[in-house]
C-alpha cells in the first residue's frame, strides 16, 4: 500500500521528463534568438561572390605560432539524459527542426552526457555551423579551433569545417584511456596513440591533435623515474609525435587535467622536466596558461627561447 499523499513512481516519471523537455526547449529558444542575432550580422553574398570566395581559398596548415585558443563545443551525437543514442537534428535553426528526444541518424562517434547530440551528417547543420566558424574567423577574428571531445563525432565531417573556415591551427581532443596491465601502465602504448592517429587521419590531416599519449607515458616515467618508458621498441619517442611529429600537439596539463579541475594531474614538482621533454622534441608544444603566470615563468621562457634559436621545427625527426 502506497503512503497517503505520495505520488505514483511512473507519474514522477513522467513529470520528470516533461520537466527535462520543458528545460530543453527553453534552451533551444534562447539558441535560436542567439543563432538570429548572428545571421542578422551576416552579410549576403551573390552567386558571384561565392565564386570568387573558392578561388581565393587556402590549404589549412598546421602551426607552431601562438593562437587565440577557442573551445569548438559541436559535440556530435553525444547523448543527454532524454537522448542517448540519435542527434537533434538542426545546430542553431529554427525551432522546427529541433526535436529533444531526437530524431536524427545514428552516432559517429562516442557519447558524452553533458550535453545534447548534433547530427552533423544533415546538409543545414553542417552549412550552419561552416557559417558559424567562418563568422567567428572574419568578424570575430579567431585564428584557429580548439576542438572538444572529437571522440564524439566522424573526423572526416572536421576536415569539411576546417576546409570552409580556414583556420591558421586546428587541435582536436581525443582522450582515452592508455593501456595497463594489472595497475601498471603498459610500455607499449602503440593502440593508444593509434586511435588518436587514426582520428587525425579522418580529418586528413587537417587538423593535429592533443598528444594524450606523451602526457600519460610522462606521468609515468617521472613518478618513478622509469625513463625508459621515454623510447619505444624503435627508439623513437613513444608518442603520437613518435609517429606523426607534424600534428602532435605536447602538452603536460590543461584546463581539465590540471587548474580548478585536476583530473589528471601532472606530478607535482616535475613540470619542468615535462616542459624541458616537450620543448625539446618535434611536434608543437603547448604551455598552459596558468604555468606562464607562475614560479615556472622564467624557466619556460629559458626554454622557448632555446627551442628558437636552435630552431626546432614541428616535424623534424
Known sequence: MRPSGSIPIKSRKTKSREAQESILQEIEKLAAEAYSIFRSSMPTYTDTDVSEDKDLQSSVTISSGLVRDMRFCARDLIGSPINQENGIWSFMKKLQNYHPLGRGNKSSGDNFHAAPNIDHS?????????????????????????????RGFWGGYVKDYLESSEPYFAVGEFWDSLSYTYGEMDHNQDAHR????????????????????????????????????????????????????????????????GSTQGHWRFPGGKEMQGYAYILTHPGTPSVFYDHIFSEYQSQILTLISIRKRKRFTVGAQ
Open 122 to 150: 544533415q546538409d543545414f547543420v553542417r552549412k550552419d555551423i561552416k557559417e558559424w566558424l567562418r563568422w567567428l574567423r572574419e568578424e570575430i577574428g579567431y585564428d584557429g579551433w580548439r576542438l572538444d571531445f572529437v
Open 194 to 257: 593509434q586511435r588518436i592517429v587514426d582520428w587525425i587521419n579522418a580529418t586528413n590531416g587537417t587538423a593535429g591533435a592533443f598528444d594524450v599519449t606523451t602526457k600519460g607515458i610522462l606521468h609515468a616515467a617521472l613518478e618513478r623515474c622509469e625513463y625508459w618508458r621515454l623510447s619505444d621498441e624503435k627508439g623513437k619517442p613513444p608518442g603520437v609525435v613518435g609517429w606523426w611529429p607534424s600534428r602532435a600537439v605536447t602538452f603536460i596539463e590543461n584546463h581539465d587535467t
